[in-house]
Structure formats: C-alpha cells, structure tokens
C-alpha cells in the first residue's frame, strides 16, 4: 500500500468507512492513524481497500524573517525534568518525545514569541516516578545557573511529570529558602497532540502569572477544574496530586489556592496573600544517600514490613485520624520496633492519612505514647509528601538537635496554624 510513517493519507477501507490523517505507526497487520480531532485509530491492513496520500503544503521556515527570539522581551527560563508537558508526537518512534530547544517549544506554542525571550536547558528526561534526591539536586543546580545568567529571568517554568510533581514542589520550597523569582512547576495530564490537552493552557497560565505579578516563591500552576476557565496557582508546599487523570488533579490541602489565573484573557485573581519578601536567596542539597521510609498504617501490620525502619535514617509514618498506630497487645512489636528505632537514631514523624485536619498526639493515650517517645509532628498539618521532603531537608542540612527544633517549625508556609478545614477535638492535656 501506498503510505509510510509520518505521512497524511485518504484511507478507504473495504467496509465503505474513510480515514484522513497522519500514519504515526505501520505494524505486522495493523497501521495506526491520527485523525484531525487528534484521537488515534488502529486498523487492519487487510480492511484497507485503497491508500492515498494527500498532498501537503511545505513547511515555510519562518518566513516573514520575524526573529523567533527576541531578546528584547522579559526572560523565561524554562527547564526540563520530562513528563509529558512540552512534548511532541514522534511520527516515527509512535510516542512523545520532549520538546526543550528553545524553537522547538515556540513552534508548539507560538504565542510565547510575543510574549518572552526564552532560554531553556534539558535537565532530565524522566519520568516523574523515577526521581531520585540526586535529580532535585540537579534541578537546584539549574535553577542557581539561571539565576547567575548575565540577563535575569523574570521567571523560571519547571516542566515535569505530574506524578511526583508534587513531592519536587515541596523539596524545592525547602531547598531554595527566600526564591527571587516565581519558581512554577507546569505538568500535564494529557499530551499535546490530544485534542484535550492541558499543556498549551498550563504552560500559557503560568507565562502570564509570571509576568503580571511580583511573587516569588515555589509554585504549581494547573487547571482548576475540569473545563478550560481557569488555572490555578498553588503553593508548592501544600498541593498534592488527587486524581490519577483528571486535568484538575492537583488541589491545595488545607489551604487556599494563591492565585487564578482566566484562560479567557489570562488576568489574576488573588485568592491569598501573595508572597513577596526581599531576603537574599540560599541554596541547598539532599543527601542523595539518606534512607527515609514512609509507613502506611493499615490494619494487621506486621513485623516484616514495619521492620524496615530499622535500617532507616528517617520515616514517616502516615498514621490514621489524629495520627495513631495500633499500640495493643497484639501490636505491642509496633511499639517495640519505634523504641528501638528511635534509640538507634532513626528520626520519625507522624502525619495524617485523612490529608486534611491536623495531628494531635495528645488526644488518645495511642498518641501519648507516640510523643514520649519522641516521634516528631505533634499538631503538624503537612502532608506526608512535604513531611518527607522536609525531613530529607532537614536530615540533609541540619544537626540533630536542630532537625528536632525545625521539624515543628513553619519554616516555608507548610504549616499552618489554622486551618480552613480544622473541626475540633478535645485536646486532654
Ligand atoms: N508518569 C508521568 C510522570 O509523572 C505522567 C506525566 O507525565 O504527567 O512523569
């Protein structure tokens, strides 16, 4: 038959359907097609009666010899950590591959010619669920490299999968104390040759944030809901990803969203304080060796998995309700196992697995035994993802004694004092 990959053909298959579209893969038996509205479709070699290619006209390369770069607009440094935001289809391989040449991401995305100077660098190509401390260390060092640039950013876009997009929010918010610069991770849940995509809308919201405003600091930047109204600016600290597919996945936790941005004309509405200090910035790194585990309270644990935190540096233990682990008899090895942990140097924290509300070990004697014995997040309302990466952080940069201070501390807007969600509970000291 008369195609190859890459090519836009007129199928006509032998039941009497046509297909218009671009062949992006040709198997043993099948041939794979995307059609106009940018879903795929398989068929069998067999079905097709006949194949035409369709003319196509020639790409003109910038032919109005408009400067794709102009310097002279505000800068935007855009890096790379991967995921499927800023990528493209690859007629010959079939799947995405990114997208991290500065032309590259303006011939996806030509509005942003009018818009920003962008200078970009390929940081990594992973997949989210493969990062490691030694890629945030990477990523500080890119961000740092950025802002010694002899031209300022004005802003720096961080693309990345969404999966763990939210733990490098919140190891980044510790990592870089006093951000000079709005600092947004932009991630997508569906690609940009789909006719869904969020890519365009995410990246494009985020560009106008940074423009328009003065805030500085660690931000995600995502939909807010399901349609295309609006993004939504959250604070790296507390936003977490809440649905497997959804374009709004990631929602902030107990807190508000700092800002929305209108996908009609790309205007702010503050939804809380905008963060803006002038301090200077400071740098720092994880220990790519630190071994911190995180526990899942379930019912009938055993030994053989909580074991584990003995051969750890940290933990976070993700307890029920208030923050409790079964400590009866029958549990009793439970207890055992934290005493002998914590005498060994093991630092632990408790965080809740309802994600919203707040820790009280002082409620249930469950919770008592858990403080005296020195685990660590008593009234703490951070997420488990933001307690691992401040422990990380933490473990990372400080002494014992300090890391046992600043745990508790609200050191990046992780913890807040009250929250918007907080019901009462009777505390009994
Ligand atoms: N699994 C991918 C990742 O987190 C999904 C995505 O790109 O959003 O990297």
Sequence with gaps: MN????????????????????????????????????????????NVRDAKPIKEKPVV?????KPLLNKKLPKLTILHMGGTIASKVDYELGGVSPLFEPEEIISLFPELSTLVYIESKLVSRMLSENLRFSDLNKLVSAIKDALNA?????????????????????????????????IILVGSQRSSDRPSSDSKSNLMAAVHFI??????????????????????????????????????????????????????????EWLSKEENQNKAPKFYTMNPNLKIGMFYVHPSMCKEELGGILKMDGAIIIGTGLGHIGLNDENEFILKLIKEAISKGVIIAITPQTLFGRISLNVYSTGRKLKELGVLGHESNMLPETAFMKLAFLMSNFKKEEIYELYNKNLRGELSMKSPYEDDYIDAD
């Design 150 to 182: 002899e031209k300022k950013p004005k802003g720096i876009i961080i693309t990345h999968g969404t999966d763990m997009l939210h733990y490098t929010a919140a190891a980044l918010s510790f990592l870089i104390e006093n951000p000079p610069l709005p």
């Design 61 to 65: 390369k910038n032919e109005n010899k």
């Design 3 to 46: 195609y190859k990959t890459g090519q836009l053909v007129q199928l006509s298959l032998k039941d009497g359907r046509e297909y218009e579209g671009r062949v992006i893969s040709i198997k043993e038996e099948r041939i794979i097609i995307k059609l106009k509205n940018g879903y795929n479709v398989g068929i069998f070699k067999k």
């Design 211 to 268: 423009l328009k405003s003065e805030s500085k600091g660690v931000f995600i930047c995502i939909h807010e809901s399901s349609s295309d109204n609006s993004c939504l600016i959250l604070r790296g600290t507390n936003a977490r990803k809440m649905h497997s597919s959804r374009r709004d996945a990631f929602k902030p936790i107990n807190t508000e969203a700092l800002a929305r941005i209108s996908l009609k004309d790309y205007s702010i």
